[in-house]
């Protein structure tokens, strides 16, 4: 069963994405992603659906004659993406719950996914969470792994805190190829922690894309004017306020200055940054803003 | 705009109040929240109380409370106020002292602001209560109105018995007011719009002479004796100095103590003879009025007695009693001889057309007169009741009144039964309203002087009743002075003010006694005086005024739009605000619950 964004509609126009990679050189075995007339023996593979720029001679006027409809031939070599989906299950991704937020996370890394086996190239997800064994799920390929992939992710609850760079060393450690990697966390965070991190991902020559995902609630606070006492969900450290303008207005001055500087810093180090506020339309988000911003094509 | 209630303003008092809720210091909600990173953090608060901060709600709450306030204090707005009556108490009560004022000269101060405040275009109609309700000037622009306020005064009369509510709403609705001021010392229950009532004067201590009568220990007597009351209507014991005076010289005085709520009376024997005679309380109490009663010496010395009977020789036995002088004439010459100087008139087997304006005794009348129809004859009556105690039946031993012929009575106006045996009265008495009457069912003259004692004993108490009906304590102010046959020309009163007023031909009464005093009664070169004195308990009482209730007012044909109520609407507006309060808060504190059990179940 298919979660609920996922609409026969929606996976229909996923097909059409394919992932961009800012490097030409993935350093995959037998060729590279963007050069389909490396090799010899080109082994048919699957069928994908046509979509503007690719080359009209692996059209299959076969399919066209009987339904319509253009389909392009797959070829192995060009299927020899890795991507790495790196997914935050600290305890700050439960907030308010994991409905609400870990959730839409993991419906964009399902999304993201869907691209890849459909493009029929490896996709691997990988749940940051400290304390536990890098949980991490085998490589799928195939449009019909995405049942397994909704499996794996439907079990796991978020919880606990970690440090960024550490967690994601311990799955780096498993990454034999290069390829993608797509990190979905909140990133609330001190930002020597994720820049440690990221920085990781880019010494093992990833090509990173960052998708930063906060709740409605943590950009405005709802907290009842007066004296509130505030837990921290991952540390459950308490913190005592009096909640009113000044304080509100500070906090998101705040927030807006560490997302201004982990988009700077994403920016600088040729990551591609975006952000997702969990009551948009995450259809609208996978469809419309990432394509804009380059991260499918 | 005008307040009908301006009392509901002291519930402003209450408001500061509404902020008692917000001071106190609650304990902080505890919320669960993804990361503490960028909340920057504050020392706890030492203080018992919070910071004051008062939300939006708040100030909508003060705004409902402010508008229930305006709503209780009745806002009326009156447009335009042309029509006015001003009702002018000015009974007996309204002459008592308020801080070096009288009643009345407060109550004409501020009817004299009211008219101040209306209008040139206003016009306004003035009434006083004393002796009656009535209007004493219409139409009047405020100029005229207040100089014809000024030369007001009370009277030395009590309240006239009419219904203030009913009377005013009659008049209000009636004449179209606007507004109607009823200025009195009685507490008034009951405002509205158009009749509205202006009090003046607390309670007070008083004292008052009740009672003043002169009498003659005997018939021939030419001495006085005085018997005075003395009625406290105060708290306490007061002692006080009775003065008696005749014609303006001190006589007598004593000093008297009377409880509180009490009588005291004091006699005062051996008075020489005075034209008039004055008993005076030195107090300092709420009403000076009451405080002074006027009494006149009994016409003459002794007893006069004018007989009408058709057998002269019957009265004669009287002529035996020291003081008593006694002329006889026959029922046929009675009405021709009204005009003498006689104070007791005896009626022996007759009666008069009219009945007489002096004190009068009936004896066996005929079967049809307008007091006692006689009854059937009795021989040797027995005595089955008599009236007692009383002045007639006095030292009598009517065990040995035996009488050899009477006929039995039946009374045919309400009097008293002083004798009675088993067949009817055989003596009633009238002694209420106008001159005493006594109608005998027997002739007692027979046996006056012989071995009849208790007969005679009898004869002797209702002279002496007789003599007392005279005893010159005079009539009450308001009630008319009787004149007796005031044909001649030249008649006239002069009131105890110095007016003098013409009394035309045939006049029998003089209605104008509103001031205590004494009258003098002019016919020709004659003088006659008569006292006239204020006889209201009820007004002497200044503890106890009898309130006055205005219910149910209405408005009158005055048009709507000259009063606007304010309150339904206001009350409209603050139900309103209610509600809204009720769904503004109510999603507050929804959002506020379903976010503290997201972050709840956070962890």
């Not at chain 2, 009820?538 to 205005?550: F, G, P, Q, R, Y």
Request: include cysteine; hydrophobic fraction near 40%.
């Amino acid at each position: 069963m298919l979660p609920l964004p996922f609409t026969p509609d929606f996976l229909g126009r996923l097909e059409a994405l394919r992932l961009r990679t800012r490097k030409e050189f993935l350093g995959s075995r037998t060729g590279t992603y963007s050069s389909p007339r490396r090799g010899t023996s080109l082994e048919f593979a699957d069928y994908r659906r046509y979509a503007p720029g690719d080359d009209l001679r692996y059209l299959d006027w076969g399919i066209y004659a009987r339904s319509d409809r253009l389909y392009v031939k797959l070829f192995r070599e060009e299927m020899d993406l890795f991507a790495y989906i790196f997914i935050d299950a600290s305890g700050s991704m439960a907030f308010p719950s994991a409905a609400t937020k870990f959730s839409p996370a993991c419906h964009i890394a399902l999304a993201f996914a869907y691209v890849v086996l459909a493009n029929h190239d490896h996709v691997r997800v990988h749940l940051l969470k400290d304390g536990s064994p890098a949980a991490a799920s085998p490589f799928y390929r195939g449009r019909h792994k995405i049942l397994e992939l909704i499996h794996f992710l439907s079990a796991p609850s978020p919880g606990g805190a970690f440090d960024l760079a550490a967690v994601l060393g311990e799955h780096l450690k498993r990454i034999r190829r290069p390829g993608k990697a797509i990190l979905l966390s909140d990133f609330l965070m001190p930002s020597s922690s994720y820049q440690r991190g990221l920085n990781l991902l880019r010494a093992f020559n990833l090509d990173i894309s960052v998708i930063q995902v906060l709740g409605r609630e943590e950009i405005a606070p709802p907290f009842p004017r007066g004296g509130v006492r505030v837990v921290d969900s991952e540390s459950a450290q308490e913190l005592s306020l009096h909640w009113g303008a000044d304080l509100r207005r500070e906090y998101e001055q705040r927030l807006e200055r560490h997302n201004r500087e982990l988009k700077s810093f994403c920016h600088q180090a040729g990551i591609d940054f975006s952000l997702f506020v969990t009551d948009q339309e995450i259809g609208e988000f996978v469809l419309e803003t990432l394509p804009r911003i380059g991260l499918f094509r | 705009m005008e307040f009908l209630n301006p009392a509901a303003f002291s519930l402003l008092f209450l408001l500061p109040l509404l902020i008692i809720p917000y001071l106190i210091k609650k304990e902080p909600r505890r919320v669960i929240f993804s990361s503490l990173l960028f909340l920057p953090g504050s020392p706890p608060a030492s203080r018992p109380w919070g910071r004051l901060y008062l939300p939006p709600l708040f100030f909508l709450q003060l705004l409902l409370l402010l508008l229930l306030i305006l709503a209780l204090a009745e806002p009326v707005f009156s447009v335009r106020l042309l029509k006015v009556a001003i009702v002018l108490d000015n009974s007996a009560s309204m002459q008592a002292l308020e801080g070096g004022k009288s009643r009345f000269e407060i109550a004409r101060d501020k009817a004299a602001e009211i008219i101040g405040s209306l209008s040139a275009r206003g016009r306004v109609d003035l009434y006083t209560t004393a002796p009656r309700l009535e209007r004493s000037a219409a139409g009047l622009e405020p100029g005229e109105a207040l100089k014809l306020l000024g030369r007001l005064t009370p009277y030395d009369l009590g309240e006239s018995q009419v219904d203030y509510g009913t009377g005013l709403s009659r008049l209000a609705k009636e004449n179209s007011y606007e507004r109607l001021f009823f200025l009195t010392d009685h507490e008034v229950r009951g405002q509205g719009q158009v009749i509205r009532a202006v009090l003046v004067g607390r309670p007070k201590d008083n004292l008052a002479v009740t009672s003043f009568r002169l009498v003659r220990p005997s018939f021939g007597s030419s001495q006085l004796a005085a018997r005075v009351e003395v009625t406290s209507f105060s708290s306490r014991a007061e002692k006080v100095r009775l003065s008696l005076k005749g014609d303006g010289k001190v006589l007598s005085s004593r000093t008297l103590t009377v409880a509180p709520l009490r009588s005291v009376s004091a006699s005062i024997d051996g008075l020489p003879f005075h034209e008039a005679y004055e008993a005076e309380l030195e107090a300092r109490d709420g009403l000076s009025l009451d405080n002074r009663r006027f009494a006149v010496a009994p016409p003459a010395i002794g007893l006069e007695i004018l007989g009408i009977s058709p057998r002269p020789e019957a009265l004669s036995s009287l002529r035996s009693i020291p003081g008593v002088r006694l002329r006889v004439i026959s029922p046929e010459d009675y009405e021709k001889d009204r005009g003498a100087r006689h104070s007791l008139e005896i009626f022996h087997f007759s009666f008069p057309a009219l009945l007489p304006e002096k004190p009068a005794l009936f004896v066996l009348p005929p079967k049809k007169n307008p007091l006692a129809a006689a009854g059937d004859a009795l021989t040797g009556p027995q005595i089955s009741a008599w009236r007692e105690p009383h002045p007639l039946t006095r030292y009598v031993n009517f065990a040995l009144f035996r009488l050899s012929y009477a006929r039995s009575l039946k009374p045919l106006s309400p009097g008293d039964k002083i004798i009675e045996s088993p067949q009817g009265p055989l003596a009633v008495a009238w002694e209420n309203e106008g001159p005493r009457y006594l109608v005998l069912g027997f002739d007692p003259f027979p046996y006056l002087g012989r071995e009849n004692l208790p007969v005679s004993i009898f004869t002797l108490n209702f002279l002496g009743w007789f003599q007392e009906g005279t005893d010159g304590s005079g009539a009450a102010t308001g009630k008319p002075l009787n004149l007796g046959s005031a044909r001649a020309e030249g008649t006239a009163v002069v009131t105890p003010r110095g007016e003098r007023f013409p009394v035309r031909p045939g006049a029998r009464l003089f209605p104008r006694t509103y001031f205590q005093g004494l009258y003098q009664i002019v016919r020709g070169e004659e003088k006659g005086i008569v006292a006239v004195n204020f006889q209201d308990i009820k007004e002497s009482d200044l503890h106890n005024s009898v309130a006055i209730n205005l219910p149910g007012q209405e408005r009158g044909s005055a048009s709507p739009s000259l009063f606007f109520s304010l309150w339904p609407y206001l009350l409209l507006a603050s139900l309103l605000l209610l509600i809204l309060e009720w769904f503004w808060n109510a999603p507050i504190a929804r959002t506020v619950q379903r976010d503290y059990r997201r972050a709840e179940s956070g962890l």
